[in-house]
């Protein structure tokens, strides 16, 4: 992701934007393409209509709900097993307690 700022930019300027990527070994790529729309500076800090706009504050917000999901499920998942094998080992082994004179 990139961030430009232009400034004195004319109606004329508007059109089809396009951002080139070299990565030595590995060549170039191009992005998909951003479309740029000139208005005059009193007009509303809209676009015009037709052009959809984002809000990135949803998607931003259901990925952490799903990374915050998923570690809790990572964790009872977890504690479950430790749990398990605590009882297997509960049940298995029998420990008793030898007194140093008996050794002897």
Do not use: W
Request: glycine residues 8%; proline residues 6%; hydrophobic residues 40%.
């Amino acid at each position: 992701m990139a961030f430009v700022k232009i400034d004195n930019l004319a109606k004329m300027d508007s059109d089809f934007y396009y951002c080139e990527v070299e990565v030595p070994m590995y060549g170039r790529g191009n992005g998909t393409g951003t479309q740029l729309f000139v208005t005059n500076k009193k007009a509303a800090d809209c676009p015009p209509p037709g052009v959809p706009t984002s809000n990135r504050t949803f998607p931003l917000m259901l990925g952490l709900l799903g990374l915050f999901v998923l570690a809790i499920l990572l964790l009872l998942s977890r504690l479950y097993c430790q749990h398990k094998a605590i009882s297997r080992l509960k049940g298995s082994h029998t420990v008793t307690l030898a007194r140093r004179n008996d050794y002897v």
